[in-house]
């Protein structure tokens, strides 16, 4: 039956969705001309806040830049790469593949969304060498299990909330993650997503015949071989101490944080991680860098798009149309069905501001005084803000650019796939926000 569904779904979007980069212009055209329309916005006024915006993700985009880059390095060194070929032999049959791949990156995206994106991806490549399998939905398969990010240990909306002194502490206190990532309701869609999303991503699988398969090409990401050395720089860059000397201090570090500073995981402590861990597994300068001129060249949709985007979320929350489209939604609800309402105003509102502490900074002040006056449940809001922040990334290929570059495919060939998992885990999740 999914087979069936899916094989239209991926051939819609493979002749109609645009390239990432004109997908942003077409988002940036339709905020600009809604904030004008809409909020009777001066076309100046419109035109100031997307140009005051546009740099405003500019250490956001490095960081992503860097999930990529750094995740690769990682992933290929050998020791790691012996790692990735043992479980994906595990793997006997492309419907193994295509559950395998999505049980590892929903597993990954759950404990980080920027580990689960990079290993996602590259345990994708790594199947597609040992198994004849469709590449396009192993692709989407990897990036389906991005979808319980925010409902996992680095979800951006749960983890503020937690924190002693966050902008809504004075309206709603510290509201701990006993109350949020870890409530039967929200532990209840993580476990039923892990058992569907697998599921659906099999059942999708195409025949034989309707299949697409890797090119070899994209898999090739080898080494290049060491001559000999003669001049005292390439001793250098191929010495295995003073990349130890390096490499070693940064897990000195990285220790010390966890351990005896009790620090947490972010984005900046994942990226030091997977580039020390990186440093020393492969054992030379020479060795990483060969990885990284490799990482580098899935970078260039990141570095142009990411400023588009901080502009559009400029028009957005600056015009008032984020804020005016989020009291639309919810001013018909009550006080069972604003969970429900609030999952659906912030996967809308994610196409336009793929940010989940972003978003939650101009949903917020909407969400909570509903909340409040109409008796609903505080945690289970917020939390339904989180999951439709991650529900729509299905559709916007904003953070699927990592996977992409990872993998060589295009937007157009795995988004088909993932329309079909956007319906069926936006269902699960509204029945646990209603029910759980």
Request: proline share 6%.
């Amino acid at each position: 039956m999914l087979k069936m569904i899916s094989k239209p779904a991926v051939k819609l979007v493979e002749r109609y969705l645009p390239d990432p980069y004109i997908f942003v212009l077409l988002l940036t055209l339709i905020a600009s001309v809604a904030a004008i329309a809409i909020e009777r916005q001066t076309p100046l006024a419109v035109l100031r806040f997307w140009g005051d915006g546009f740099w405003g993700l500019l250490t956001f985009s490095m960081q992503m830049l860097l999930v990529l880059v750094t995740g690769f390095m990682l992933a290929s060194s050998p020791p790691v790469k012996r790692i990735l070929q043992k479980i994906a032999a595990t793997a006997k049959s492309p419907g193994g593949a295509i559950i395998l791949v999505t049980l590892v990156s929903l597993a990954a995206s759950w404990i980080n969304w920027g580990f689960g994106l990079v290993v996602g991806a590259l345990f994708a490549k790594e199947l597609a060498r040992l198994i004849r399998v469709d590449y396009r939905l192993l692709v989407a398969s990897a990036y389906s299990g991005f979808v319980v990010w925010h409902g996992g240990l680095a979800g951006s909306i749960p983890l503020t909330i937690a924190t002693e002194g966050h902008f809504s502490a004075d309206q709603i206190g510290v509201i701990g993650t006993g109350s949020t990532i870890f409530a039967l309701f929200n532990l209840g869609i993580v476990v039923c997503l892990f058992i569907a999303i697998p599921l659906v991503n099999r059942m999708m699988l195409p025949d034989e015949k309707d299949s697409v398969y890797v090119d070899p090409s994209v898999l090739n990401d080898e080494p290049e071989p060491v001559g000999r050395l003669t001049r005292p720089a390439e001793r250098l860059e191929n010495s295995m101490t003073l990349a130890l000397l390096v490499g070693v201090p940064g897990l000195l570090f990285l220790l010390d944080h966890f351990l005896l500073r009790g620090g947490g995981l972010n984005l900046n402590v994942v990226n030091f991680l997977f580039l020390f861990l990186a440093i020393v597994l492969h054992r030379t300068p020479r060795n990483l860098l060969n990885s990284l001129n490799e990482a580098i060249k899935g970078g260039a949709g990141i570095v142009i798009q990411f400023p588009f985007y901080a502009g559009i979320m400029a028009i957005m929350v600056q015009s008032g149309l984020a804020e005016s489209m989020s009291e639309w939604l919810v001013s018909f609800a009550t006080a069972t069905t604003l969970p429900f309402w609030s999952f659906i105003s912030a996967g809308i509102v994610n196409l336009f501001v793929p940010s989940g502490g972003g978003q939650w900074a101009v949903q917020a002040p909407v969400m909570l005084p509903a909340a409040e006056a109409l008796g609903a449940d505080i945690p289970r809001v917020a939390m339904a803000v989180a999951w439709g922040d991650a529900w729509t990334n299905l559709l916007q290929p904003f953070w699927a650019l990592p996977v992409l570059a990872i993998a060589g495919l295009k937007a157009k060939d795995i988004m088909g796939f993932c329309l079909i998992q956007l319906f069926i885990t936006g269902i699960i999740i509204s029945v646990g926000l209603l029910w759980f």
